[in-house]
C-alpha cells in the first residue's frame, strides 16, 4: 500500500485506476470518503466554488486564449489582404487582454476559497481524529505503538489534503482542460479532434494493460519495503541489547540481506515503470507527429489557416504536459487514500469498551463495590475470574494481595472499565457501571497507579489534572501533603517546570509524589492505590503513609501491594489466588491463619523484602 505511488513512476501511473484500488484498498473508496464528507459539506459553498472558479480558469487558459493567439497570427500572416488590421489586431488583443485578467481573477479567487474551506476542514478532521481515537478502550492502546497511532492520524489528515489537491488542481482542471479542447478542435478543425479522441482511448487501454502486469512487482516491492522498515524499527527500539551484546556486525549482515531483497523487487518493479515510460513518451510522441503533419497537411490543402497550425502547437504542448502530469497525480491519489484506509481501519474497529446509546445518569455518592457473579478473561480459554464476589463497603479501605498473575490489577481494570466482564455485574451504589457512561464512572475514581506517567507540561498543570477548578493555593497545599513541594520548590522555574515527555525529568519517586498530589485534589469517594508507593525510599514512604491516611478519609480505598507494609493498616485485606480469594481479614488475623498472607510476610522483614 505504501508503494502505491510507484516511487519513480509519473504518467505511467493513469495506473492504479480502480482496478488498483479494488486490490489494494481493505475499505471502499465510499467508506473512506464518508469519513471526510460530512466536514466537507459543513463548508460546500466555498468548496464547490474551488471547483466553478478554477475550472473558468482552466476553460479561458486552456482554450479560449489561443483561439484568440490564433486569430491574431490569422491576421497577422494575411498581411495587406486584411481592411482595417490595426484597428482588428487591437479588438483582437483587448479582448485577449480581457480574458487574461479573467483567468487570473478567477484563478486567485479560488485560491482564496480554497485556503478557507481547506484550512477549516482539516482543522475539523484533526478534531475528529482526536475524538474518535481518544474512545477507544485503554486495552486498544496498551496493543498499538502510541508512535504508529499519531502517525496514522497525521496520515489521515494530511490525506485529505492531498486527495483535495489532486482532484480539485489535476482531476478536475485536467479534465476541464481536455474536454475544451476537444470542443474547440472538433469545432474548428474535426478531424484533428478525432485524432485526439483516439489518441486519449489508446493512451488509457495502453496504460492499463501494463499496469495489470506491473501490479505484482509493485507488491512485492511494498512487501519487502515493510521488511525493511520494521528491521528498522526492531533494531533502534532495542538498540541498548545490541550495544549490550555486540551484536552490531551480525545485525549489519542481517540487515544487509534484507536490504538486497528490497533492491531486486525495486529493480524488477522500476525496470518495468521504464517500459511503461518508454510506451507513453511513444504514444505522446505519436501525438505530436500525428497532429503536427494533419495541421501541415491541412494549410497545404487550404483548410485551415496558419492561424490553426499554431493553434494545434499550442493544444499539444498543454495536452502533453497535463497528461504525463495526470499519472504522477493519480499516485498521489491513490497513496493517500491507502493512507487514509489506515486511519479508517481505526474508525471502522468496534469499541472493546462502548457506552450504551441512553446510559444511565450517575447516582455514585459513597463507594460501595459490588463485584456480582463476576466472569472474566483477556481470551477464551484462559479466564481470570469465574464466578467472582466480592463486597467492599462505602468507606472501607481494602488490601489487595497475591502472587503476580493473581488477578490484583485486572480487578482494579475492570473497575475502571479499562475492560468489560464477561458475565455478571459490578455494582457501585446499587448502579451497574456497564451501564454508566465511562467518563462519568471514572470522574469518581481517583487512581495511582503503579507507573506513573505525566504530560510534558508544568508541573502545576500535572497536579491540577485531577481538578481544573483548583487554586494555586489548592494545588500548593496538596503538593505539601504528597510531599512533592519540597522537590518543586528547589526548581528554578518551581510550579511552572516542564517535566519532559512521560515525566522523564523527574525521578520515579517525584513522579508518583506529582500522582499522589493530583488525587488528593481530584475530590471522588473512591481511591485506588496500584503500588503507588513503589518507587519511594523508605523515609519517603512512611511520609507518604500520613499522607494517604488524610487521602482515605472519608473515601472507598482499594490498595493493590507487593509491599505488605502498605496494607498493614487496612481494614480487611484480600488475598488473591489465581482469580479467586483465597484469604481475608485483617493483618493480625491473616498473620494467625498462617496461610498464603503468613507465607508472603515470612520472606519479608516488617512488610519489605529480606
Known amino acids: 500500500l505504501r508503494n502505491c505511488d510507484h516511487r519513480r513512476s509519473g504518467g505511467g501511473v493513469l495506473s492504479i485506476g480502480v482496478l488498483c ?233 542481517s540487515f544487509m540481506e534484507i536490504s538486497e531483497r528490497e533492491r531486486l523487487a525495486q529493480s524488477k518493479a522500476w525496470r518495468l515503470g521504464n517500459i511503461i515510460f518508454a510506451s507513453q513518451g511513444f504514444l505522446l510522441m505519436t501525438l505530436e507527429i500525428a497532429g503536427m503533419y494533419f495541421a501541415i497537411r491541412l494549410w497545404l490543402d487550404g483548410s485551415i489557416s496558419a492561424g490553426s497550425v ?44 462502548a457506552d450504551l446509546p441512553n446510559p444511565e445518569s450517575c447516582a455514585i455518592k459513597n463507594g460501595e463495590i459490588v463485584f456480582e457473579n463476576m466472569v472474566f478473561g483477556y481470551n477464551k480459554n484462559n479466564f481470570v475470574f469465574e464466578s467472582f464476589n466480592l463486597k467492599i463497603l462505602a468507606g472501607e479501605k481494602v488490601g489487595l494481595v497475591g502472587r503476580s498473575g493473581s488477578g490484583k490489577s485486572t480487578l482494579t481494570k475492570l473497575l475502571l472499565r479499562f475492560v468489560d466482564v464477561k458475565d455478571g455485574f459490578i455494582k457501585i451504589d446499587g448502579q451497574n457501571i456497564s451501564n454508566l457512561r465511562q467518563s462519568d464512572l471514572r470522574k469518581n475514581i481517583a487512581y495511582i497507579p503503579q507507573d506513573t506517567i505525566l504530560f510534558h507540561r508544568s508541573l502545576r498543570e500535572n497536579i491540577a489534572y485531577g481538578n481544573d477548578q483548583a487554586t494555586e493555593e489548592e494545588i500548593v497545599e496538596a503538593s505539601k501533603k504528597a510531599h512533592a513541594h519540597e522537590f518543586i520548590s528547589s526548581f528554578s522555574d518551581g510550579y511552572d517546570t516542564l517535566v519532559g515527555e512521560r515525566g522523564v525529568k ?60 502498605t496494607v498493614q493498616k487496612m481494614d480487611r485485606i484480600i488475598v488473591l489466588d489465581k482469580g479467586k480469594i483465597a484469604e481475608e481479614g485483617t493483618h493480625k488475623d491473616l498473620l494467625e491463619k498462617n496461610g498464603i498472607y503468613g507465607e508472603l510476610w515470612k520472606h519479608q522483614t516488617n512488610g519489605f523484602l529480606e
Open 310 to 353: 499554431v493553434l494545434v502547437q499550442i493544444y499539444m504542448g498543454g495536452i502533453f504536459a497535463s497528461i504525463w502530469e495526470l499519472g504522477r497525480a493519480v499516485a498521489r491519489f491513490y497513496k493517500a487514500l491507502s493512507s487514509a484506509s489506515e486511519m479508517v481501519e481505526i474508525f471502522e474497529k468496534k469499541l472493546d469498551v
Open 21 to 253: 484500488f479494488k486490490n489494494l484498498f481493505m475499505f471502499s473508496l465510499k467508506t473512506i470518503i464518508s469519513y471526510y464528507w460530512p466536514h466537507i459539506i459543513k463548508y460546500k459553498k466555498s468548496f464547490f466554488s474551488t471547483f466553478v472558479f478554477y475550472g473558468a480558469s482552466m476553460v479561458i487558459a486552456g482554450s479560449i486564449t489561443p483561439l484568440y493567439y490564433k486569430k491574431i497570427i490569422d491576421v497577422i500572416s494575411l498581411g495587406d489582404a486584411v481592411q482595417n488590421k490595426e484597428t482588428l489586431l487591437m479588438s483582437l488583443f483587448v479582448k485577449l487582454a480581457l480574458f487574461i485578467l479573467a483567468y487570473n481573477v478567477f484563478f486567485r479567487t479560488a485560491d482564496f476559497f480554497m485556503v478557507f474551506c481547506q484550512t477549516r476542514i482539516l482543522r475539523d478532521l484533526r478534531n475528529y481524529a482526536f475524538d474518535k481515537i481518544t474512545e477507544h478502550s485503554y486495552v486498544f492502546f496498551s496493543n498499538n505503538f502510541s508512535g504508529s497511532l499519531v502517525a496514522k492520524i497525521k496520515r489521515f489528515v494530511g490525506s485529505f489534503e492531498t486527495i483535495h489537491d489532486t482532484t480539485v488542481f489535476h482531476f478536475w482542471m485536467v479534465a476541464v482542460k481536455l474536454l475544451s479542447i476537444i470542443v474547440v478542435l472538433f469545432w474548428t478543425i474535426p478531424i484533428l479532434g478525432l485524432v485526439f479522441s483516439v489518441w486519449c482511448v489508446a493512451y488509457i487501454a495502453m496504460t492499463m494493460f501494463f499496469v495489470k502486469k506491473k501490479i505484482k512487482y509493485d507488491f512485492k516491492e511494498s512487501e519487502e519495503d515493510s521488511r525493511v522498515t520494521a528491521r528498522f524499527s526492531d533494531v533502534i527500539s532495542n538498540i541498548l541489547n545490541i550495544k549490550l551484546f555486540t551484536s552490531q556486525k551480525n545485525e549489519y549482515e
Open 506 to 565: 523527574l525521578s520515579g519517586g517525584e513522579r508518583q509524589r506529582v500522582a499522589i498530589a493530583r488525587a488528593m485534589l481530584k475530590k471522588a469517594p473512591i481511591l485506588i492505590l496500584d503500588e503507588a508507593t513503589s518507587s519511594l525510599d523508605t523515609i519517603s514512604e512512611k511520609y507518604i503513609q500520613d499522607s494517604f491516611e488524610q487521602l482515605m478519609s472519608g473515601r472507598t480505598t482499594i490498595v493493590i501491594a507487593h509491599r505488605l507494609s
